[in-house]
Nanobody, 122 residues
Framework: QVQLVESGGGLVQAGGSLRLSCAAS?????MSWFRQAPGKEREFVAA????????YFADSVKGRFHIFGDNAKNTVYLQMNNLKPEDAAVYYC??????????????????WGQGSQVTVSS
């Protein structure tokens, strides 16, 4: 069983930046971020593979968000720049119990962080 512990988040004005971090208690094959706004389904944001170091992003955040990490420390970061009010949500880090290429499929993930609130004021 892998535990994911998130930190970061908070309140920022539109156009500002925030960084989220997520530390895993054990080995993972890669780590991802999802978000969920009130009344909406949880959606994929970004992912990184420790095997290939490839990164993946939802179209809505491409060019503004960056995902990076340290697989030796089992830690992933989500750098969010030029934040928009529509980015406001609870952000969750996630990891799968096996190596999967379906990064944007929520059903692939077995472990979830506790969630970090991101609020963007306009």
């Amino acid at each position: 069983q892998v535990q994911l512990v998130e930190s970061g988040g908070g309140l920022v004005q539109a156009g500002g930046s925030l960084r989220l971090s997520c530390a895993a208690s054990g080995r993972t094959y890669g780590m991802s971020w999802f978000r969920q706004a009130p009344g909406k389904e949880r959606e994929f944001v970004a992912a990184i593979s420790w095997r290939t170091w490839s990164t993946y992003f939802a179209d809505s955040v491409k060019g503004r968000f960056h995902i990076f990490g340290d697989n030796a420390k089992n830690t992933v970061y989500l750098q969010m720049n030029n934040l928009k009010p529509e980015d406001a949500a609870v952000y969750y880090c996630a990891a799968a119990a096996y190596d999967t290429s379906n990064y944007n499929d929520i059903r692939q993930y077995d472990y979830w962080g506790q969630g970090s609130q991101v609020t963007v004021s306009s």
